[in-house]
């Protein structure tokens, strides 16, 4: 059977994927599939071969993902060209059935992501003396959901299932290190402030400040897996300066809204995030600080209530707006709003 250029190199790189040498065992890379992001999950396991893990994918085999990604590709293309089709499109919509029906077929084996997996994953892993050093959630963010085609989890599955899993396990469990939260709004100031109060162990919380980038974006992956590679070195850098430098030399960070919080292995906690205004970064405590923002807040109060209120119609637009700018701004700063205060209320 003859390969095409582009099947050739899909082969290649996915072999390279699932042939990884001398990966620790005991050691793993948990990534959490909602939303059939496959090319994140290949890089993500590339980088944890680098680092001498094992990785471990729900809700299905990688395989089995790409399948689906490489399928709902077609689909789209499809679809949207019959969609343009003004005549003459019995051709095009035979295709677009075929299409829809490979699509199928590929997501048949796949279950949905759910807690209950998860859980079922945590409690192998802990049984068998594995311990989870990170783990990668990929989809879209929903206050804390990550979720997408294929299921969701929410941060506090994640945290909740780790915890109940491990127990009684704590040299396990003080292993768990880092967590990546690919989703939009996942790595802000306030919930960063929730991951470290909730996972003592934890020397980083990757993941976006800001809206982030689709699952087909190079970026997106990039950004990941770098990080996963660098990991060890951010822990270990000397000062703020030489932290600043490795992970502004994250690839392709700079076509992100990346935030971050680190805790140090020094025990030093900063936070770095790429926003509209600027690269904001500095000890945790002093960015997370709210007597800065009170003032802005108290503007978008103003200007929010006139929507609420029926003052204002909600704009056609709702990506570049500027209702869409303060809600970035708000979502970015929840930890400075009182509790109970409706700003933020989807609604």
């Known amino acids: 059977m003859k390969l095409s250029l582009l099947g050739l190199l899909f082969a290649l790189s996915f072999s390279e994927v699932m042939a990884c040498s001398g990966a620790d065992p005991k050691k793993v890379v948990l990534f959490i599939d909602t939303n059939y992001s496959a090319l994140e999950a290949e890089k993500a396991a590339q980088a944890a071969c680098t680092r001498g893990e094992t990785f471990v994918i729900l809700p299905a085999p990688l395989k089995d993902l790409r399948k689906v990604r490489d399928a709902r590709v077609t689909f789209d293309r499809t679809w949207t060209i019959r969609s343009r089709c003004q005549s003459n499109c019995t051709a095009l919509e035979s295709q677009l059935n075929s299409a829809r029906a490979a699509l199928q077929e590929a997501m048949r084996p796949v279950p949905t992501m759910s807690p209950g997996i998860l859980n079922a994953k945590l409690k192998t892993l802990a049984g068998d003396g594995v311990a989870v050093k990170s783990i990668v959630a990929s989809g879209h963010d929903g206050g804390g959901v990550i979720h997408g085609n294929s299921g969701e989890v929410s941060k506090f599955d994640i945290i909740n299932g780790m915890k109940a899993a491990y127990k009684g396990k704590p040299e396990l469990l003080s292993q768990w290190r880092s967590v990546l939260m690919w989703g939009c709004f996942t790595a802000t100031p306030s919930e960063s402030a929730i991951w470290r109060s909730e996972v003592p162990s934890l020397r980083a919380l990757a993941g976006f400040d800001g809206i982030g980038p689709s699952n087909e974006r190079e970026a997106s992956r990039d950004v990941l897996a770098d990080f996963l590679v660098k990991e060890h070195r951010i822990c270990e850098a000397r000062d703020q300066k030489e932290l600043g430098d490795l992970v502004k030399s994250i690839e392709d960070i700079q076509y992100t809204a990346a935030g971050m919080y680190i805790r140090q292995c020094s025990g030093a906690e900063y936070y770095y995030a790429r926003r509209e205004s600027g690269t904001v970064f500095g000890r945790f405590n002093e960015v997370a ?46 930890q400075c709003i009182p509790a109970g205060e409706t700003l933020l209320d989807p609604n």
Not at 299 to 324: H, M, N, T, W
């Open 289 to 334: 600080g709210c007597d800065a923002v009170q003032t802005l807040l108290n503007v978008y109060r103003s200007e929010i209530s006139q929507y609420q209120q029926g003052f204002k119609e909600p704009p056609a637009d709702g990506v570049d707006s500027p209702l869409r700018h303060m809600y970035s701004q708000l979502r970015q700063n929840a």
